[in-house]
């Protein structure tokens, strides 16, 4: 295997390899794929907040991929789908901690390294997927923290994971100051239960979900939701799951509401429904 495959296939390699000195983070494996982040690209073209930090930008919006990997083409995907939905005017840079990792430009993007610090550009959208996923769960909030504080005014960021073809994933928006929700996606059919997506919860969340937990309560009401649903699997999972998501609000459970024809199974929750009681996450 060359060393290009080893690395695009997650193979680790055999000498740690140390970041730039100015770059704050850790070389981790640099395991991607084509068009794998592309349920949070739909969800970012749609979603109110992401178009209003690109839209309110003042002079040239900005948007960084954090940690794109051993290959660019998640980088260049999110350009292509944030021009062609939101802002054709898109400057588009990709950091990445390795500097074996760095590409030229291309489509209009730059491959630059970068770590949390974001270079010290100020971005307007700032999306990291797949990249906590490989540090300790006590590191999440000083990450967050420091991609926060780059942000330019009214900007937010998308912090995921995702498997590795992208069929199921999930990611946390922030602006600022704080987290402000969890979305929850998989391609339908893929998952039997609701609750089989918390393998790919964000680091903040996947060693929570253990009973007595907010996030844990959610996946168990999910799943009870869906078994009442079955009755209605003849008519398709997008449409059993959106009865499912009627009797999750029913019990009180604050969905948020998606104003666009959904080809997936997502949930998308406001961040105090899951955020654990003696969370420290917000500012
Ligand atoms: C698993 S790959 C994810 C690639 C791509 N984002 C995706 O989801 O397909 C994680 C990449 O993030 C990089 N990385 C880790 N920590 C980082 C940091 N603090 N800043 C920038 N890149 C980082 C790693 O070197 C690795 O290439």
């Known amino acids: 295997m060359r060393a290009a495959d080893a690395r695009v296939t997650g193979v680790p390699e055999e000498v740690p390899r140390i970041p730039p000195d100015h770059a704050v983070g850790s070389i981790t494996r640099g395991t991607t794929g084509v068009n794998r982040l592309r349920k949070c690209d ?80 100020r971005p307007n959208l700032v999306r990291a997927f797949n990249v ?31 498997n590795e073809v992208g069929r199921r994933a999930t990611w946390v928006l922030l602006d600022e100051h704080r987290p402000l929700s969890l979305t929850m996606v998989w391609t339908p059919g893929e998952l039997e239960n609701p609750s089989e997506i918390a393998e790919r919860l964000p680091k903040a969340l ?31 999972p997008i449409d059993r799951w959106r009865r499912t998501l009627q009797i999750l609000r029913d019990e009180g459970w604050p969905i948020v509401r998606q104003h666009r024809k959904i080809r997936d199974c997502l949930m998308t929750v406001p961040w105090e429904t899951v955020a654990s009681p003696t969370e420290n996450l917000h500012n």
């Open 132 to 162: 906590l996923r490989q540090y300790s769960v006590t590191e999440v909030e000083n990450a967050w923290r420091m991609m926060q504080a780059q942000l330019a005014p009214g900007g937010v960021v998308v912090e995921g994971t995702s």
């Open 42 to 121: 739909r969800w970012m073209c749609h979603n109110s907040r992401v178009r209003e930090a690109l839209h309110h930008a003042s002079g040239r919006p900005l948007a960084i991929d954090l940690g794109y990997g051993a290959a660019p083409w998640t980088t260049v995907e999110m350009a292509t789908r944030l021009r062609h939905h939101l802002a054709p005017e898109l400057e588009v840079v990709g950091l990445e901690i390795d500097p074996d990792r760095i590409f030229p430009d291309q489509n209009g993007v730059r491959f630059e390294v970068g770590g949390f610090e974001l270079s010290d550009y």
């Open 206 to 236: 996947i060693h929570r979900n253990v009973p007595g937990e907010p996030i844990h309560k959610l996946l168990t009401a999910a799943d009870a939701a869906w078994a009442s649903t079955a009755g209605y699997s003849p008519f398709g």
